[in-house]
């Protein structure tokens, strides 16, 4: 199929006129490519990381050392993708436009390192390889306008593991074929 600007316009999920560099809380999801199952497994509703996912656990933590603005805050490493929190704090003594960085290259970065680092793991260590890309292209992100939402997505966030099992995109799984996101008969 031949590119059709009118079919394949990707609509921007972002706040128009919203500056990302802004001090706040912003809530974000980032999914494997095609669902597929690389971090763990759900059991009894808690999350069993394995190597890949505490790999990509540690890649969210690392955010702050590259990134002296940001605060990590919750974080879920689900099979096949992530819920976490970031906290952009204010830069002190810095004028806002001079923020080097914003929401979308903190994101870019854990992803990019997250692939490397998995990439390496594959050749090292035999690690479940991946066709293309092993993120989606986006993620899904929200700006948390005050406590009571970021309670809410907090705990949304960490009960994640007990909603698998009813979750209709989480059908699929890795030994059972399918297609992602579609229940098996």
């Known amino acids: 199929m031949t590119y059709d600007p009118i079919l394949h316009h990707r609509r921007s999920i972002r706040l128009k006129n919203y500056d990302y560099r802004e001090s706040g809380y912003y809530f974000i999801t980032v999914c494997v490519r095609n669902r597929a199952h690389f971090f763990g497994h759900i ?3 808690q999350m069993f990381l394995n190597e890949s996912g505490e790999m990509v656990q540690r890649w969210f933590f690392e955010l702050e050392n590259k990134y002296p603005a940001l605060k ?11 819920h976490f929190i970031l906290n952009l704090k204010p830069l002190v ?7 080097p960085y914003n929401v979308s290259n903190i994101v870019q970065w854990f992803k990019t ?6 990439m390496r793991q594959v050749k090292e260590k035999s690690w479940k390889p991946f066709s293309g890309k092993l993120w989606q292209r986006d993620c899904w992100e929200r700006i948390i306008r005050g ?10 966030i960490l009960s994640n593991p007990s909603q698998w099992n009813v979750d209709p995109l989480n059908f699929y799984t890795d030994t059972q074929g399918g297609h992602p996101g579609l229940p098996l008969s």
Do not use: Q, W
């Open 147 to 156: 406590e009571k939402e970021l309670y809410f997505i907090r705990e949304y």
């Open 43 to 45: 059991s009894e509703d």
């Open 72 to 82: 990590c805050d919750e974080f879920m490493c689900m099979p096949n993708h992530v």
């Open 93 to 99: 003594g810095a004028d806002l436009c001079v923020r």
């Open 113 to 118: 390192m997250t692939t490397n680092e998995y």
